[in-house]
């Protein structure tokens, strides 16, 4: 949460008195209701927020439920947020039921994306010309395949 609050305070011209109050009120590294507290602020501060968490099924058990936590305080100050991950069940546990609206990516139609950039890397990439067809065709499979859709 503290690289949120840090990028955030980095896009603004002028700290604002409630971050500094918040700031010289701790005495050493700031706890967690400080740091929602600050990240409350700063969003409140920006017209739009957009926070963006990336592989979220890849997020240690420990740290799951402070981050659901965190995010459902997020809606609570209206920011845009936008979650990815593979559809666990404990990540539609915790959160689907908070009202986000879940967007489904087809394996297949992302396997097509990638086989055609592989293919699209090794025909135009001058580097790849001298391999041989049958080592670009295992290549694109491998690559292909090996990606299950992601």
């Known amino acids: 949460m503290s690289t949120l609050v840090y990028q955030l305070l980095h896009k603004m011209q ?19 209701e400080s740091l929602l507290k600050l990240l409350q602020i700063l969003i409140r ?20 439920r402070p981050l659901f936590k ?8 209206h920011a845009n947020i936008l979650l990815t991950g ?13 009202n986000f609206h879940e967007v489904c990516l087809e394996a297949n139609t992302v396997d097509d994306d990638i086989r055609q950039y592989v293919i699209a890397s090794l025909d135009y990439d001058p580097k ?3 391999w041989k067809p049958e080592l670009k065709s295992n290549i694109i499979d ?5 990606s299950k859709g992601m």
């Open 128 to 130: 790849f010309n001298k």
């Open 14 to 32: 002028k700290i604002p008195p409630e971050i500094l109050s918040v700031y010289h009120s701790s005495l050493s590294k700031p706890n967690w």
């Open 142 to 146: 491998g690559l292909t395949n090996g």
């Open 86 to 98: 593979r559809r666990e069940s404990y990540i539609i546990q915790g959160l689907l039921s908070k």
């Open 70 to 77: 965190l995010i459902e305080q997020m809606l609570d100050v």
């Open 45 to 64: 501060t920006f017209t739009r927020t957009f926070i963006i968490v990336d592989a979220l099924d890849e997020i240690a058990e420990q740290e799951r």
